[in-house]
C-alpha cells in the first residue's frame, strides 16, 4: 500500500498531460531543516520527528478540503526507503486522492534535498485516513475530489482499492491464522521450548522480557493540535520512542526503522492524558525484527483507554550499511506466543503486498500464487496496471484502413498496440458482453471456453479460459484469469473485468494441454451518448517477453495485455 514508489514513478515517466498547469487544491507543502534538535545520536533525523510532520501536513490537506476540523484516523504502511542528516531539507507535499463520506484518503510524498549538492532523494510515501468532524449537529458529508489529471484519475481510482484493503485487513490476519497450513508451517519453522532439552540456538535466543518497555507521557498543551486534541503525529512520535529503545536493547546497538505497519487511531485523547507506552520485540527474522506497541490513556481513576497500536520493522546495519543478522528471541509461554505467531503472518502479508503492489509494471511476476490472503493485492494490481495501460498518451498512428486505426508506443520492454474501430452495436449490449466474461465467446472467436472457477466477491472472478492454437495443428491455449469489476470514477465511464493470471496450486492448475499460458489483461469501457447507433471501439495490448514458472523450458510465451474502451461516436 504506502510502497507504491515504482507505481508513482512510472506516472511520473509518462510525463501526463496537464501536471505543469494543474494543481491540486488540496496540495499542501511543507519543508523544514533538519537541526540537532530533530536529530537521533547517529545524527539522523528522527523518525519520529518526521512522522510528526508528516501528519501535519496531511491534516492540513484534509482540512483545506473538508473546510473543518480533521482527525487522524488510520495511517498505512510506510516504508522508509533512506535517512536524512542533520543539515538537510525535508520536502513533504499532501493532497486529497478521494473523498468518500465523512472520510478521505491523503497522499504523502516526502523527499530530500541536500542544499550543498542539489541533490534530491525519495525518502518514503504514505496514505493516511482523516475523518471530518461534524461541527454542531450537522451530519458531515465531504464534497467529492473531482481529478482533472491522468494521473489524478488513476490516484482516485487506486484510493478506492487501498479502502478496501484496509476494510478487510483484521479478517485478513484472522483468516491467516486459523489456516491450519500456515499454522503448520509455523509449528516446522518456530522454535519449540523443552525445559532440559534446548538445542544451541534456542540457548542463544534472547528473552523477550529483556526488550519489554514502559514509559509514561504527561499531555500538555504544547502537544495539543488546534483542536485540543493530543496531536496524531505526538503520539506516532512516542511510539516510535519506546520501539526503538525495545530493538535496541534485543541488538545492543542503534537499530534503523524500515517500517511501520497499517495502524489505526482507536479513540481520541486529550490535554491532561497520561498516555502509557509499551513496546516489546515480538518475533526476529534473521535481518530484522518486529517491535510491538500499544498506547493508552487515562485521567485521574479512570480505566484505561487504547489510543493505538502499532507494529515497527527495524534493522541493524553494520560497518558497511548492510543488515546484520540477529539473534532469536524466546517469547513469553501465553502472550508472547501469541505476538510471535501475529509477527508471522504480519510479515507474509506484508511481503505479498509489497511483492504484487511495488513491482513496475514490466516487473509483474506472471502466476502469482492465489490464496485469499492476497486476493485484494492481486485485485490492487489489477486496477492499477488498467489505469496505467489507459493513461499513456503518447501513442503514434501506425496505420489506418476504413473505419480501422493502428496506434504503437514502444518502451524498453514492451510494445503497446492501440486499434480502434467503429461498429454498429448498441451500447446497452456492448456493455453486457463486454462485461461478462463468460460470454466472451458469443463476440470473440478467440475464446473457445470461459468457465467460472472461483466468485471471489461481487468483483473479482477467477475463469479458465481455452483459447484455440495460433498455428495449424498446435496445441489450444489454456489461462486462469482473475477478473476484476470496478466502478469508474466518473459516471461516464464503466470499468469492465481487468484479467491477470494468479496460480492456482490445486488441480485447477493443471492444464489438459501441458502447458499452462500466462496472461495479462484487461478491460476497459467508457459510454458518451452522443450517436444512438455506432460505438468507437478502442483495444489496447501491451506485450512483454516473459517466461511462466508453469510452462515447459521450450515454451516461451509472450504475455499479453488488453483493454478494450468503447465510447460513442
Known sequence: MASESSLMENLQDHHLEGEGQHRNPSEVKMSQIVLPCHANNCRELSIGQLLKWMDCTACLSAERHAGCPCVTASVDDIYFEHTIGVGQVVNIKAKVNRAFNSSMEVGIEVSCEDLHSGRHWRVCQAFATFVARRTGTNKVQLKQVVPCTHREQVEHSLAAERRRMRLIHHDIMQDLLNNKTFQRSISEGGIVYVPGAESRDELAAVSTERTRVESVELVLPPHANHQ??????????????????????????????????????????????????????????????????????????????????????????????????????????????????????????RL??????????????????WDPSNQVYLSYNNVSALKMLAAKNSWVLSSKKNLVSLYTVEESQSLCFRVESEVDVPAHRAFTLVSDLSRRHEWD?????????????????????VTPSVGEGGKVQDFILLASRRLPCERIHMLLPYNQSPYLPTRLQRSSTGVRWSVLGSSFMRCQKVSRRFLTIIRLVQEYCHTSPLTSQASRPVSTQHSVHVAST
Open 445 to 465: 472467436q478467440h475464446y473457445t471456453l470461459c468457465e467460472l472457477l472461483i466468485r471471489v466477491n461481487e468483483d473479482d472472478c477467477i475463469y479458465r479460459v
Open 228 to 349: 485540543v486534541n493530543t496531536f496524531g503525529g505526538q503520539i506516532m512520535a512516542w511510539m516510535e520512542n519506546v520501539a526503538n529503545i525495545a530493538a535496541s536493547r534485543l541488538c545492543n546497538a542503534h537499530p534503523t526503522l524500515r517500517t511501520i505497519d497499517m495502524f489505526y487511531f482507536r479513540g481520541p485523547s486529550q490535554v491532561g492524558d497520561r498516555l502509557i507506552l509499551k513496546a516489546i520485540v515480538n518475533n526476529t527474522f534473521k535481518n530484522s525484527m518486529e517491535v510491538g506497541v500499544c498506547a493508552e490513556a487515562y485521567q485521574g481513576e479512570e480505566p484505561l483507554r487504547h489510543i493505538n497500536s502499532a507494529f515497527m520493522t527495524f534493522e541493524v546495519l553494520d560497518e558497511n550499511g548492510r543488515p546484520r543478522p540477529l539473534p532469536p528471541i524466546k517469547p513469553e509461554p501465553q502472550e508472547g506466543r501469541r505476538r510471535y505467531q501475529e509477527a508471522l503472518a504480519r510479515k507474509k502479508i
Open 352 to 369: 505479498d503486498r509489497k511483492y504484487i503492489i511495488s513491482c513496475k509494471q514490466t516487473e509483474v511476476p506472471l502466476s502469482v500464487p
